[in-house]
């Protein structure tokens, strides 16, 4: 805890790519009564979120609601299709994707690991390519990171799905969208998606806690025969009661609350304009970036991620020191690079319960930042955001 004397006014900006700030109207619906989860209120509540997230995901197909962190979602997906031994195709996008990959290699899959510079999304030549030269069709999952929490990317999943019919193999598509659902464009049955993996805390807009697999009838199938271990994660008992609304086991009832009011705030807006929003702000952030001189992490501007923004430290700053600086002076997180990025970038998150004047405090608490911690940088990227912004704002409020 912070001494009590040194009590920040104002609040707090947690601009991480998640989790993200929740919304007061979430928070006031977390804090009800916990009521009886297999009492006759609970299965209305469970019926209307279970039904909630199909239209989030774009799926008719079943999704699943773990009390647990999107870990443990990505743990699900695997036990529930695949059997010891079973060979995977997966693209190392960055950190997210090779802890995804470590997973998979610690219950006992084969992990083949399309090397990646950190820099892209997943290239759907080369998991096409792979695929054709698996005649055997020894691949039995391809898996992918839609949203690079690590780098700011974010990777082509139809494009994915139809190198993999053009190589006319059966490998189940996986796809990870834990910071991605909810602020990025994502069609799970368009795009013939077999598991898809998301959790609460980021475009959600929910604390940490929840998360999902929205699963396909191909998929269903597959964990009939799929023999790793599974116990908690079992997909079975959960599709057995989920239709009343109650779960097997003791759902987190309070989060169950967050999640109905916050896809009530997210329908109310509009998918379409969720998206648009997430990517007006993610072009305001890269114009402010550019203007300082610094780089942005993602190389191609077509996988440029509506959710944050990685940007490189020049040579010989520390990322961690200058955010050191932004918390202590101007009360605001900014993501840490991880793993191989570390102290090289730091990440600005523009998702979740945000808009116009969250990001022009956020990018103003970056650019004086940059100042106070002495990092060589062009002023004017706000002012730049600042142009973007009044050029493109349209009516809140209509
Ligand atoms: C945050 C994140 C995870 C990890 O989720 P936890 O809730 O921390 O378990 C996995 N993948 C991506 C892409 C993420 O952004």
């Known amino acids: 805890m912070m001494p009590l004397h040194s009590h920040p006014s104002g609040r707090h900006f947690l601009q991480i790519p998640g989790p993200t700030n929740v919304p007061d109207r979430v928070l006031r619906a977390i804090d009800n009564v916990t009521i ?3 009492g006759p209120e609970f299965g209305e509540l469970g019926k209307a979120v279970l039904a909630g997230m199909k239209k989030i995901f774009k799926t008719e197909a079943d999704v699943i609601i773990y009390p647990a962190s999107g870990t443990g979602a990505w743990e699900a997906a695997l036990v529930n299709t695949l059997s010891p031994g079973d060979q995977v195709l997966m693209a190392e996008t960055g950190h997210f994707a090779t802890l995804w990959k470590k997973m998979a290699e610690r219950l006992g899959l084969r992990v083949e690991f399309q090397e990646g510079d950190w820099r892209h999304g997943a290239d759907p030549d080369h998991i096409g390519k792979r695929l054709a030269a ?3 069709h020894a691949i039995k999952a391809v898996c992918v990171v839609h949203n690079e929490t690590a780098t700011g990317v974010v990777s082509d999943v139809a494009a994915v799905r139809k190198a993999i019919d053009a190589a006319g193999h059966p490998a189940l598509l996986m796809v990870d969208t834990i910071s991605s659902l909810g602020s990025v464009d994502y069609r799970h049955d368009e795009w013939g998606v077999d598991v898809t993996v998301a959790g609460s805390q980021k475009g959600l807009m929910l604390p940490p806690g929840l998360s999902f697999n929205a699963v396909s009838a191909k998929a269903l199938k597959a964990s009939e025969t799929a023999a790793l271990r599974r116990s908690y994660w079992d997909w079975k008992e959960m599709l057995a009661i989920n239709p009343r609304g109650y779960f097997p086991y003791t759902p987190a009832t309070n989060l169950l609350y967050g999640l109905h009011e916050a896809l009530e705030m997210l329908m109310a807006e509009g998918l379409d304009n969720v998206y ?9 952030t890269r114009r402010a970036v550019r203007a300082w001189g610094l780089e942005i992490l993602c ?6 991620s509506p959710a944050l923004t990685a940007v490189v430290m020049p040579e010989g700053h520390s990322a961690d020191a200058f955010r050191k600086t932004v918390l202590t002076h101007f009360n605001m997180s900014l993501g840490q690079g991880l793993s191989k990025l570390s102290d090289k970038v730091f990440r600005i998150g523009h998702l979740g319960d945000f808009n ?7 990018l103003s608490g970056v650019e004086m930042g940059l100042e106070k911690a002495g990092v060589p940088h062009q002023r004017g990227g706000v002012q730049a955001a600042l142009d973007y912004l009044a050029q493109t704002s349209r009516p809140q409020n209509e």
């Open 36 to 38: 009886d989860h297999r």
């Open 134 to 136: 698996d005649s055997g």
């Open 276 to 284: 648009a929003r997430h990517k007006r702000h993610g072009e305001a």
């Open 299 to 304: 190389a191609k501007p077509e996988e440029y």
């Open 356 to 362: 116009d004047l969250t990001l022009c405090g956020t």
